[in-house]
């Protein structure tokens, strides 16, 4: 069920989908882009517009992607780095947070 702070978002953003379009979408953010036939690893304002082409045929760019991304409730967070072979004291430096103790 929509509540209102979100039925009025998409009153006031959505100009290219209707409501279900924008719900399927909701729904589709939801599980990874494989299970929604995006060959991608996460959704990103790419992928999204692939899926949005693909099952919509509406054609929207990436920039776009990304706001809808925002008024759907999702947040775009940028993967970190991780150090995964190796010493584990070097580990440890790299780590904005060291467990090591300053002697």
Do not use: H
Not at 62 to 81: D, E, I, M, N, Y
Request: a positive charge; one cysteine or more.
């Amino acid at each position: 069920m929509l509540n209102l702070y979100f039925f009025c978002n998409l009153i006031l953003c959505f100009d290219f989908l209707n409501d279900d379009q924008c719900l399927e979408i909701k729904n589709a953010l939801q599980n990874p882009p494989e299970l929604s036939g995006i060959s991608a690893n996460i959704w990103d304002g790419k992928s999204l517009s692939l899926y949005i082409k693909k099952e919509f045929e509406i054609t929207l760019g990436v920039r776009q992607c990304q706001r809808l991304f925002k008024k759907l409730g999702f947040s775009l967070k940028r993967a970190r780095p991780i150090v995964s072979k190796g010493d584990v004291s070097k580990k440890e430096v790299s780590k904005k947070t060291s467990r090591i103790s300053k002697e």
